[in-house]
C-alpha cells in the first residue's frame, strides 16, 4: 500500500526537476515540496550510507566534512560517535533541506556546524588550511554539475593521508578498468536517462575519477532495489580512498 508521504514524493519524482535558474534554485523549487519527508523515502533507496559511515571510523578528536549534507540523515548513521568528534561541518545548497538538518544539529551543539553553500566553492573557517581528517559524499556528488571540482574541493581541504568517501549511483564505462563490474549497454542508456529527469548525473567517468585521484581504501559495487519498481536493480557503489601525499 503506497502511503500519502510516498505518493507526494513519487509526484514530485515524477515532474522531474526544474530546468530553469540557478542550480540553488532548482534544488530548492524541487526539494522543498518534499523536505519534511525526504527522508521516509529515501531510505529504501539510497543504500550503503550507513556502511560507508562505519567504514569511514573517524577517531575521536577528527573533523569530518560532508558535501550535499541534505537533511542530515547521516548524523544519525554515526550515533554517539558523533560526540567524540572535533567538529563536523555540514554542507548543502537547498535551504528547505537544511532546514531539517539544522534540527537534528541541535542536537550536537559545538560541534556540529550547518553551511548553506556551494560543495565546490565551501571552505572550511581555518584561513587555507588543510584541516579536515574526513570528507565525505553521500549521494550528492552526482547531484553536483560540476562534480570535478567539487571533488577536487574535498582534496584541498583534507589533511595528507585523510580519507574521502563516495557512495552514489553510477554505471560503468563500456571498457571499465580491470577488476571493476561491466554494466550492459541497455543499463547504461536507461539509467543516465531515467535519473537526468530528477537532476541526478550518472557520469560513466564519475568513478573511475575519484580513484584515479586517490588511494584505494575499499572499493564495493552494488545493486539497489527501487522503491515500487520490484524486480528493477539500479548500481552503486561504495568507495573509501586516501588522499596522496604528493
Known amino acids: 500500500m503506497i502511503t500519502t508521504q510516498d505518493r507526494q514524493v513519487l509526484l514530485h519524482l515524477l515532474r522531474g526537476q526544474p530546468r530553469a535558474g540557478s542550480h540553488a534554485e532548482r534544488l530548492e523549487n524541487f526539494y522543498a515540496p518534499q523536505a519534511g519527508y525526504y527522508d521516509h523515502f529515501r531510505e529504501r533507496l539510497l543504500h550503503g550510507r550507513r556502511e560507508l559511515i562505519a567504514a569511514l571510523q573517524p577517531a575521536p578528536g577528527q573533523w569530518v566534512v560532508e558535501l550535499g549534507g541534505g537533511t542530515g540523515r547521516n548524523l544519525d548513521f554515526f550515533g554517539a560517535r558523533l560526540g567524540t568528534l572535533a567538529r563536523f561541518d555540514l554542507v548543502d545548497l537547498c535551504p528547505s533541506l537544511l532546514a531539517q538538518a539544522r534540527l537534528r544539529a541541535a542536537q550536537w551543539p559545538g560541534i556540529v556546524r550547518v553551511h548553506e553553500a556551494d560543495a565546490t566553492r565551501f571552505r572550511p573557517d581555518t584561513e587555507g588550511r588543510q584541516v579536515a581528517d574526513c570528507v565525505y559524499f553521500s549521494y550528492s556528488l552526482s547531484m553536483i554539475p560540476d562534480w570535478r571540482r567539487a571533488l577536487c574541493n574535498a582534496l584541498r581541504m583534507l589533511k595528507p593521508g585523510g580519507l574521502i568517501g563516495v557512495v552514489d549511483f553510477y554505471v560503468s564505462g563500456k571498457e571499465p578498468p580491470p577488476g571493476r563490474q561491466r554494466h550492459g549497454w541497455l543499463q547504461r542508456q536507461c ?56
Not at 217 to 232: D, I, S
Request: aromatic share 14%.
Open 191 to 246: 539509467w543516465p536517462r531515467w535519473f537526468r529527469h530528477d537532476g541526478v548525473s550518472l557520469d560513466g567517468g564519475q568513478f573511475d575519477e575519484v580513484m584515479r585521484l586517490t588511494e584505494n581504501v575499499r572499493c564495493e559495487e552494488h545493486l539497489a532495489a527501487l522503491p515500487y519498481l520490484p524486480g528493477l536493480r539500479v548500481p552503486y557503489y561504495l568507495y573509501i580512498g586516501r588522499k596522496k601525499n604528493h
